[in-house]
C-alpha cells in the first residue's frame, strides 16, 4: 500500500499530534498508520517493502560507483544520502558529505531526523561545507582515502555555479575516474525538474533530472530516485 508521504514526514506528523493533544507517542503514531489503511502503526513498518532502505541500496552499489540520488524537494534525498553514509560507517567505511547548500550543524541535526548520533559515527565522518567544492576540491580532500569510502555531494547542480569551474560535464567525468582509481562510492544528490508531475508517472527518471548545462549522464552508474516513500534504482551502465 503506498504511503500519502515518506516514513519520516509521518513519524513528524504523529509527534505534532502527541504535542497538539497530549497523548502518548505510540498512540500518536497508530493514529497517523490509521489514516494510512494500517490498523497500527508497526504493520505500517513492517509492511513497507525494503526496496528503498538504505541497507538494501548501499548492498547494490559498489566501490568505483558514480550514482546520482534525485527527487523533488521535501522528498527525503538529503536525508536518505545520510542514511547510505550511516548504513557505509556501520560497516567500518568512512563517509565524506559535501555540501553547498548547508551547515554543519545543519547536517548534525539531520542524524537525529533518521534515528542516528551522530556522535557515534564522527570519527568516521567528515562535513565539508567549503565555498570552493567543486571536483578538484573533493579530489585534492579525498586523495589518500580508502576504497569503500562513501561520498555525498550535496548537490549535482551547485557544482556548475562557479564561473571559475570547470563544466559541469568536465567535473563529473574527472570525479568518475577518481573513483574508479580510488574505490570509491560518490553520490550525487541531484534535483529534479519542475516539470516531473508525479499524477503522469509515480516517480522521476533520468529525464527530469535538472541540468542547466549539458552533461551526459552515461557518465554515472545508477540513479536513486525518491517520490512519496517509494524509491526506484535504475542502472544506467
Known sequence: MKLTAPIYHLKRRAKRLCREEAIPLHEALDRIAVQEGYSTWSLLAARQ???????????QLAPGDLVVLGARPGQGKTLKSLELAVEAMRAGHRAYFFTLEYTVTDVIERFAAIGADHGRFAPLFEIDCSDT??????????????PGTLVVVDYLQLLDQRRDNPALGDQVRKLRAFARQRGLIIIFISQIDRSFEAAVK?????????????????????????NKGEARLLAIN
Open 49 to 59: 517493502t525494503t526496496a528503498g532502505t538504505a541497507a538494501s541500496m548501499l548492498a
Open 133 to 146: 567544492i567543486s571536483a578538484d576540491h573533493i579530489v585534492g580532500k579525498l586523495s589518500k582515502a580508502d
Open 202 to 226: 509515480p516517480l522521476p527518471d533520468l529525464d527530469d533530472i535538472r541540468m542547466p548545462n549539458p552533461v551526459d549522464l552515461r557518465l554515472f552508474d545508477k540513479a536513486y530516485f525518491l
